[in-house]
């Protein structure tokens, strides 16, 4: 191989730091800029503002001062009262000479025209652009001009009764004055308005002295002083900005280009190592960065790192090996304990006296629960259910130990106490780590339904007489296993009868735990039971688990889940009935019909017969799955009973679905053509051929259908 193919391949950069830091400081600079030119355009505008607002308010006080207020008063007076003379008409057009004539006389008046020289005086002297002396209506909303400060040859002169309308609060600022406003008008550009009353009469009517004086220019001002700011914010920004991403690009980017190089050609080595190409540990030194800042300091610090990390990756290779070893062990201890729990189910399919299921759904790879259940002879049953303090290893080593003493004591005989105490002794030797086991044992006489157990500080378990409710069954507890030697245990004797129903389980049902940390609790788990109390066991089991799950949700699981159902049907062992209760589903089929064929083989059918039923009970079966709860889901019960002397069984299908009974439909005509039959009807003549009967009721909501076969 080449060594230019030995060369790590640089990766291509959509977009470098000292792109993207120059676009940051341009983007920083710019909002800087807009946000500089937004204040500083406003302080200028509120600054220049300001001083026309007061020099407009000052220039209106004067002009009132300077005028003759006797003479104002006498000729506001005379104005208002000919413009209340003149009709409507008249005023419509103030241009019209019947208007005009009624205010003739009084621009010849001699003390009238000093009224107006005083004004253009004001006028000339400050500079301003309007001066002239109003009288205001403030109930009809109108102002006339009085004396006007403009030559009389000037477009924009007023004559005496000129009349313009005027708002309430433009007629209030004018009275109280010292309140100049800035104005835009088309025909006068930009204006700083103010006014100080001179007279006011009894009606309420009153005169003032208004000047109006031109922003033109300051406005034009404004827009070359943002012009000239905005030019020059852009010129030093670009200089800046420049600057800084030179000094950028010198000062970080190009060792940070070092440095990324370094731990690229790093990463290549490391990951083409092999015994023959050692890895070499030079890659950080040689790079001579000399910034003075944090990436001098990343540098010592990367140059030191990748010694460290070269033993670390050494340390981590071999516990990577070791955790690979252990895993794989674990993996074996899992099994281990799962093969030593019973998991065969149906556990005794020679024994039609009873019926049991049990899961354990460890929180960890190894548990501390456990369950077992056996036969001590022909005509007794031994149930174990019990829970080791703590988790992983430990617990799952006491608990081998303690469910094989626990076994083999039961083996030799004696009552549950007796195992009980036994087994505490023996546990109690060496338990250097004080582990201890709760335990629930029971030894039942299956023949007659009684039976003895010993409750050692475990969960109460669940009772359910035939056509009952699960319910707890609560009494005093004795203390858990292991921790005290010498220790006696309580036990008390109890009856099953025929469809009763026994449920026990560990700490980790009730105590399942949410994400709002709450409890499962022994409610919620009685509810699930009682859903459907005459389900099989494995079902019951099911539907705890499930509703323990949907409550815990997301969750973790914090402690083993175990539990074991028993249904006793009786000891006599002669029509003795079982039933599989399951989702009516074509999936669950083959269930379905291991259920029925574990009957037939106890009962030696022959093969001929056998397949004879197999086909009618999948007909039967998927019939339902497919019509009887349609679009929905349901459950189905599947109950076998059988009889000798003579040989017979009778299978009985039981649903809440749409109710049909299939006899009800004539046979079809087997000798037509097949293209000439109706459709369906088919399946069930085939059942009724083969079978040596075949009933329908429907009773209590249910349909249920039952085939017969002698055997």
């Known amino acids: 191989m080449s ?17 993207k830091t120059l676009l940051s400081i341009l983007l920083i600079a710019f909002v800087l800029g807009i946000t500089a030119i937004v204040i500083g355009y406003t302080v200028y505008s509120n600054t220049m503002d300001s001083h026309y607002l007061n020099n407009t308010s000052h220039l209106a006080n004067t002009a009132a001062a300077l005028v003759d207020r006797d003479v104002v008063e006498k000729y506001s007076v005379m104005i208002h009262e000919r413009y209340l003379e003149a009709t409507e008409e008249e005023r419509e057009d103030q241009e019209s000479e019947a208007y005009r004539s009624r205010f003739a006389d009084i621009e010849d008046n001699e003390d009238y025209q000093r009224l107006r020289s005083t004004l253009i005086t004001v006028k000339e002297k400050n500079d301003v652009m309007f001066t002239y002396i109003m009288v205001i209506d403030k109930a009809r909303h109108v102002c006339l001009y009085v004396a006007d400060g403009t030559d009389a040859d000037d477009e924009f ?14 007629a209030d600022s004018l009275q109280r004055g010292n309140e100049a406003v800035i104005t835009n008008e088309p025909d006068f550009g930009w204006l ?38 905005c030019v020059t914010l852009l010129v030093v920004t670009a200089v800046l900005s420049a600057l800084m991403a030179w000094n950028m690009r010198r000062q970080v980017v190009v060792p940070i280009n070092k440095l990324a190089k370094a731990a690229t050609q790093y990463s290549y080595d490391r990951a083409h190592h092999t015994d023959s190409r050692p890895v070499a540990l030079n890659h950080f030194s040689g790079l001579n960065i000399r910034t003075g800042d944090e990436l001098e300091n990343l540098s010592t610090v990367m140059d030191d790192l990748e010694t460290q990390l070269a033993e670390y990756i050494d340390d981590l290779t071999r516990v990577t090996a070791e955790k690979e070893r252990i895993g794989a062990e674990l993996n074996v201890a899992t099994q281990i304990q799962a093969d030593m729990l019973p998991r065969i189910f149906p556990a005794f399919p020679d024994r039609t006296e009873f019926d049991l299921y049990a899961m354990m759904h460890p929180a960890k790879e190894v548990g501390g629960d456990f369950y077992d259940f056996f036969l001590v002879d022909d005509d007794h049953l031994a149930l174990v259910m019990a829970d080791v303090s703590g988790k ?10 303690a469910k094989t003493l626990i076994k083999n004591r039961v083996q030799m005989g004696g009552s549950p106490a007796e ?12 338990n250097e780590a004080e582990l201890f086991v709760t335990v629930w044992l029971a030894v039942i006489e299956i023949s007659t339904g009684r039976g003895v157990a010993a409750n050692a500080g475990h969960e109460h378990p669940v009772l359910r007489r035939a056509n009952g409710r699960y319910e707890l069954v609560e009494y005093r507890h004795s203390p858990a296993v292991a921790t005290m030697e010498g220790l006696r245990f309580r036990e008390h004797a109890f009856e099953l009868h025929p469809g009763d129903s026994l449920f026990v389980y560990t700490d980790g049902v009730p105590e399942a735990t949410n994400a709002q940390n709450e409890l499962f609790g022994t409610d919620r788990m009685l509810a699930a039971l009682n859903r459907d109390p005459d389900a099989a066991p494995r079902n019951q089991l099911d539907a705890v688990r499930q509703d323990i799950r ?14 074991l159902s028993l249904y006793y049907a009786g000891g006599g062992g002669k029509n003795t009935m079982n039933e599989l209760t399951l989702e009516a589903k074509v999936e669950n089929l083959e269930e379905v019909l291991g259920f029925v064929d574990r009957f037939l083989e106890k009962m030696k059918c022959p093969p001929k017969v056998q397949m004879q039923i197999d086909v009618a009970v999948e007909e039967l079966f998927v019939n339902i799955a497919s019509y009887a709860y349609t679009p929905n889901v349901g459950m189905a019960t599947i109950r076998v009973d059988t009889a000798q002397d003579p040989a017979q069984v009778a299978v009985t299908f039981i649903d809440r679905g749409i109710p049909y009974d299939p006899l009800a439909k004539a046979d079809p005509d087997i000798t037509l053509p ?3 039959r109706q459709i369906g009807g088919l399946g069930i003549y085939m059942v009724k051929k083969s079978m040596d009967k075949v009933e329908y009721e429907y009773r209590d909501g249910q349909n249920i259908l039952t085939i017969r076969k002698a055997i």
Not at 3 to 19: F, G, N
Not at 392 to 401: N, Q, S, T
Not at 419 to 430: A, H, K, R, T, Y
């Open 419 to 430: 195992v009980l105490c036994s087994v505490n002794d023996q546990l109690c030797e060496g």
């Open 192 to 229: 700083s308005s103010g006014g100080s009353p001179i007279y006011v009469s009894d009606d309420g009517t009153f005169s003032a002295a208004i000047i109006d004086i031109s922003m033109d220019k300051v406005m034009s001002d404004r827009q070359s002083f943002l012009i000239n700011y």
């Open 157 to 170: 002169y007023s004559a005496p009764g000129i009349w313009e309308p005027i708002e309430d609060d433009q």
């Open 3 to 19: 060594e230019t193919a030995l060369q790590p391949k640089e990766r291509k950069m959509r977009r470098s730091i000292s792109r």
């Open 392 to 401: 992983g290893v430990p617990a799952a080593l006491f608990m081998v130990i």
């Open 674 to 676: 097949a293209e000439q």
């Open 550 to 563: 949907a409550f815990v949700g997301g969750a973790p699981q914090f402690d083993d889940i175990t539990m």
